[in-house]
């Protein structure tokens, strides 16, 4: 008899995690055998979850904070892409007892982007990111594969707007947070990967009257959806596309791995999750 596969989203706190919301959905909607859970996990506790979850009959997890760097170094295989950003969201149980581990937060940011703002080109010119936090590595990353040819970055503590570029080189320059405002006129693109306008943290105060209509604007964050950030870009006539979208195609990737069918993210899928 083959054990029903399950997954899960591990990290600490989890209760506000949309993951089993999602992928719950997926299920229903594909008529798939399978469970998703969500499970809070302590520090001290990471590795040796990792060891029994296989047991229990966990094909995979997703990955989210505090856990993202830590898991690293349970796993035995690592995903270029994860390499290179320094952190796992997606991990697979082999049937050999191994694990892989991915990180398809970068695949999620393009995906997302490159559903809400069609007629955006990569090639166009540079893209703006505000932080220097894990996200912004995943999403220089997909940028600088998309092909964007220069990554404008500024952060509230240049040091570590500093050390992202000596890890990713020349196509990054660094801005001071203070002067963010001035270079928002040559980017086609404008990345918020800080929590700045998220729900309970402090707000976004630099300027956007620089701004084209042109320019696309995005926002990781999700809650709320529609983050002031995003407000002030479209009321300057900018595209822009929120945060859900990249936590709801990052899921793909892993769902594809653990249940065997690729999902497809739409309005329904939006809804469901919002629901």
């Avoid at 997890?61 to 997606?90: E, M, W, Y």
Wanted: include cysteine; glycine fraction near 10%; hydrophobic fraction near 45%.
């Amino acid at each position: 008899m083959t054990q029903t596969p399950k997954a899960c989203v591990i990290g600490n706190p989890i209760s506000h995690s949309l993951s089993p919301k999602l992928h719950g959905y997926w299920l229903k909607t594909y008529g798939l055998p399978g469970e998703y859970t969500a499970l809070q996990v302590a520090e001290a506790d990471l590795e040796a979850t990792l060891r029994h979850l296989p047991e229990q009959g966990f094909v995979g997890v997703n990955v989210t904070l505090p856990h993202k760097v830590d898991v690293l170094q349970f796993v035995d295989h690592i995903s270029d892409r994860a390499t290179l950003i320094g952190a796992a969201n997606t991990l697979t149980f082999k049937d050999d007892g191994r694990i892989f581990a991915d990180n398809t937060d970068g695949y999620g940011f393009i995906s997302n982007l490159r559903q809400g703002a069609p007629s955006w080109d990569p090639k166009s010119g540079p893209a703006v990111i505000f932080g220097a936090g894990g996200a912004a590595r995943a999403v220089i990353v997909a940028l600088a594969d998309a092909g964007v040819p220069e990554i404008i970055l500024t952060n509230r503590t240049r040091a570590k707007a500093e050390a992202l570029r000596a890890d990713f080189g020349a196509r990054i320059r660094v801005v001071d947070w203070v002067q963010a405002g001035t270079v928002l006129e040559e980017a086609q693109v404008v990345i918020n990967t800080t929590s700045l306008g998220m729900k309970g943290a402090a707000e976004f105060k630099v300027p956007l009257d620089g701004l084209r209509p042109e320019t696309v604007v995005t926002d990781i964050v999700y809650n709320p959806l529609r983050t002031p950030f995003l407000n002030a870009a479209e009321k300057l006539g900018c595209t822009t596309v929120d945060g859900l979208g990249m936590l709801l195609h990052q899921g793909v990737p892993g769902f594809e791995r653990w249940f065997g069918k690729r999902p497809i993210v739409d309005e329904a899928t939006r809804q469901a999750v919002l629901a």
